[in-house]
């Protein structure tokens, strides 16, 4: 392995910031930003009924949700040849089932889909309108027209509605319950349904194991029931579907689509919000946000899972995943659903403190690999499925989350309440199994466990990821004076073990035992974790710039390239931390190249090429925070404008929060940035080496030249 002897001369040009002439002003801001009209730059247009299988279309509101297909419902469940992109059917947070493993899972309600779809159609159109939170799709077979439209409550949560306007004659619709459930782990369930009319309403019950549901269905057309099957027969103009999870509908249909559409408009408003002149980055940042937030809420009923509620890959929610799109709901001013996780999480400490003791024998909190929708109590009951579930590192990114949270609530009491206790017990895990050695360096160890790399070997000594998290907790135990016996200062000014995993290179393997070997195996970038994940380093740490160097020759196959995982959206974010454009520019060419996002750009692929694993909503908060961090970060603790922009062309952006205490707005071109500050508490802050501070509420135009 050789390394061409330039990447401390690369780390100095990526990493210095210039000084730059700066002017600053109490004038008025020029915000001439449509939001809504940039939001509609993400709808997704088909002109064309395709004739194999494309991807379905997304929509939910964080607690109920589903993928539709090319006719505007589900797709026939007998056309399995349609399912190459994923099943299309409803799901919802609250119907899950204890099984396997003593563990949770997601299960899918019922599908509602066309009894006969036309051979041939015309005039066929389907359009996503992100903006508005709609699915519309028409198409006509000679003299007959259908329009159907689809959106999920976000007011009314456990509500999806269906409209349909009929010209001329239209198919039946059927609405049959999910019965044969094929579920992770090679689990094959029996599903119960029992249908009924009740009170003008349609009445499924559905039961499997510990759980039983109900969906209740309310039309204006003409239904009847076969085999627990519910047919719908259309009439001739508006017809209307209203579909409630365990609640009857307490509401119209009209009223439901209207203030829909309306939330959607607010939410738009009150989120940050970037204008590029790249058409695809465009479409990645509208899409991204809208899975993000057609995914999660602040319900406090548990968190959906990698896919969302597309009922595609794993039924149930991992912390990891959840913290990549925990920073982009901070940052992009979703507070509401960020705090709430946190309340979620630490009003269910003390379980998560039993299922550490549990599987680990020692106090604190070790975040579970996948988080329970139901109590701990009984939870991965004797053991967990499989090694994976003790990924040791974990912890940190729940206490980065906390902490994070924290400071944007900006409450003495709240965070005492509940950002301390997962801040104090995450440290604490991690303390009790971190012992000084005869190196005069402090090591990681403990069985069973294993690092976040899956090819990196289990229960071994001093996982860097593990480290990086130890090192992340130990910092903000220290700064909230939880460190009550010097034990967290003495072990960073002595130091982690980082030293025994240095390469001769100079950056880190991944653990003591497997890391030389696991050189170019990997599947995760561990090593550049503190460029993306946790922010330990005040700059760019020499070891972590070396690997972003040899990022390619770290993991397995990404020369080809090809990326598992969200591999790629690390790359990404790295690159937009440490200001690498030509680098970014390269990985971002390489999303389809490698055939992780679709040829329309709809959405990410769990890994390259895994079009069974759509719509991966992780490496959607990956591909928000990289396009965001482009622009405007505070990662080293100072706000950096456009510190990785690779587009030529007017660019803004809007309402973009920073852990320093503002809010940023504003335009760049040719190296001139047009900047609007807005301090959402009392701070102090650099930028481009002026020191600023501002008062709560207070507002600064700042114009600077980059080229300066």
């Avoid at 903006?131 to 949560?157: A, H, L, M």
């Avoid at 050695?437 to 899956?454: K, N, R, V, Y």
């Avoid at 454009?581 to 890994?607: P, T």
Wanted: glycine share 8%; charged share 25%.
């Amino acid at each position: 392995m050789k390394i061409k002897n330039h990447y401390l001369i690369w780390l100095l040009v990526v990493s210095t910031s210039c000084s730059s002439r700066i002017k600053i002003s109490e004038g008025d801001f020029k915000d001439t930003f449509d939001y809504l009209q940039v939001m509609k730059s993400g709808d997704i247009s088909r002109t064309i009924r395709p004739d194999t299988a494309v991807l379905n279309l997304y929509q939910g509101n964080g607690r109920f949700g589903c993928s539709y297909g090319p006719m505007g419902l589900h797709n026939n469940p007998e056309k399995t040849e349609l399912e190459k992109y994923g099943k299309t059917q409803y799901m919802h947070i609250h119907h899950f089932a204890r099984a396997k493993f003593g563990s949770d899972y997601l299960l899918p309600l019922a599908r509602i889909y066309w009894e006969d779809e036309p051979n041939e159609v015309t005039n066929y159109n389907q359009c996503q309108s992100f903006c508005d939170g709609t699915i519309t799709t028409s198409f006509e077979e000679g003299k007959n027209k259908v329009t159907v439209t689809t959106w999920f409550d976000p007011v009314e949560r456990d509500l999806a509605g269906i409209k349909i306007k009929v010209e001329g004659k239209a198919p039946a619709i059927i609405i049959a319950p999910s019965e044969k459930l094929n579920v992770h782990y090679k689990q094959e369930l029996l599903q119960t349904a029992s249908s009924g009319f009740e009170s003008g309403l349609w009445k499924i019950n559905l039961s499997c194991l510990n759980v039983s549901s109900n969906l209740f269905i309310k039309t204006d057309a003409e239904t009847k029931l076969d085999k627990n099957r519910i047919y719908i027969n259309l009439k001739e103009g508006d017809n209307t579907i209203l579909i409630s999870a365990n609640s009857n509908p307490q509401t119209t249909p009209e009223e439901s689509l209207s203030r829909t559409t309306d939330w959607w408009h607010s939410k738009w408003g009150n989120t940050a919000c970037l204008s590029l002149p790249d058409g695809n980055a465009q479409k990645m940042w509208v899409r991204s946000m809208a899975y993000l937030l057609s995914s999660y809420n602040d319900d406090k009923l548990g968190t959906a899972p990698p896919m969302g509620f597309t009922g595609i890959g794993w039924p149930f929610p991992f912390p990891e995943d959840l913290s990549f799109i925990h920073a982009a709901l901070l940052y992009t001013g979703n507070m509401d659903i960020a705090k709430s996780w946190i309340e979620y999480w630490a009003e269910r400490i003390q379980g998560i403190k039993d299922y550490t003791k549990r599987l680990f024998g020692v106090e604190g909190v070790y975040s579970p690999w996948v988080f329970p929708y139901g109590e701990f109590e009984g939870y991965h009951d004797p053991v967990p499925p499989n090694k994976c579930y003790y990924e040791i590192h974990n912890s940190g990114y729940l206490a980065r989350m906390a902490y994070e949270t924290a400071i944007f609530v900006n409450d003495r009491n709240w965070t005492q309440k509940y950002a301390l206790p997962i801040i104090r017990e995450t440290a604490l895990f991690y303390k009790n199994f971190c012992k000084k050695e005869a190196d005069g360096l402090w090591h990681l160890f403990i069985t069973p466990s294993m690092g976040q790399d899956e090819e990196g070997g289990v229960n071994q000594k001093d996982y860097l990821c593990a480290l990086t998290s130890a090192e992340y907790c130990f910092q903000k135990a220290i700064e909230y004076k939880l460190d009550t016996d010097g034990f967290y200062k003495t072990a960073l000014e002595e130091g982690l073990a980082f030293p025994v995993l240095k390469s001769k290179q100079g950056f880190y393997f991944t653990n003591q035992g497997t890391g030389m070997e696991n050189f170019g195996k990997q599947k995760h970038p561990i090593q550049l974790n503190p460029l993306a994940f946790l922010p330990i380093d005040k700059d760019v740490s020499t070891p972590a710039a070396i690997a972003y160097k040899l990022r390619y020759e770290i993991t397995e196959d990404s020369y080809k390239p090809h990326f598992s995982g969200w591999t790629l959206g690390e790359f990404l974010l790295a690159g937009s931390r440490i200001g690498d454009v030509e680098g970014w520019k390269k990985d971002w060419a390489n999303l389809r190249k490698s055939d992780y996002v679709d040829a329309d750009w709809i959405q990410v692929y769990e890994s390259s090429r895994s079009h069974n694993h759509s719509f991966y909503v992780t490496s959607s908060g990956l591909m928000v925070q990289t396009l965001l961090n482009n622009l405007v970060t505070d990662w080293f603790g100072k706000l950096e404008i456009a510190k990785c922009n690779p587009w030529n062309g007017k660019i803004f952006f809007r309402n973009i929060y920073s852990l320093l205490g503002v809010k940023v707005s504003g335009s760049l071109k040719n190296n001139n940035a047009e900047l609007l500050l807005e301090a959402w508490k009392d701070c102090k802050f650099d930028i481009k080496g002026k020191k600023i501070k501002m008062v709560k509420g207070e507002t600064k135009t700042i114009n600077l030249n980059l080229n300066e």
